[in-house]
């Protein structure tokens, strides 16, 4: 491995860290909103609905803007791998993290395994912009 390598490995894990944190916050207030709004509805049918999809979506969304717009802050392209594997991680690992009930070390855990992941992934660098 080279030294460039290790700095995009580095840059990467860094990236997808900061994303999932910032995800994961994005995402846990957006549900929070979602039940207030479902519980407001008095057993309405459908009510909160709406707003469990936006929550859903904006969490799962936001995280390959954040992880292209990262890499690109630290000077690195040809991030074509990290930004689509990282939504697939994401939609899995912070699916889980998000609307499992887990412990703190165990949602740690599923944040720091998609920091790893997101360094693995920004490691194959692809031709192009």
């Known amino acids: 491995m080279t030294t460039s390598s290790v700095a ?6 860094i990236v997808a860290a900061v994303a999932a944190c910032a995800c994961y916050g994005l995402w846990k207030a957006l549900r929070g909103w979602a039940e207030n709004a479902s519980g407001a509805g008095q057993g309405a049918m459908g009510a909160g609905w709406l707003e469990s999809a936006v ?41 889980r993290a998000v609307e499992d009930a887990h412990g703190t070390a165990a949602t740690a855990l599923l944040l720091g395994l998609f920091a790893v992941l997101g360094g693995l992934l920004s490691l194959v660098r692809t031709t192009g912009d």
């Not at 995009?8 to 894990?13: E, I, L, N």
């Open 55 to 95: 929550a859903g979506l904006v969490g799962l969304l936001s995280m390959p803007l954040l992880l292209w717009a990262g890499m690109r802050v630290l000077g690195e392209r040809g991030v074509h791998l990290l930004v689509p594997g990282g939504l697939a991680a994401w939609w899995f690992l912070g699916g």
């Open 8 to 13: 995009r490995g580095v840059k990467g894990t």
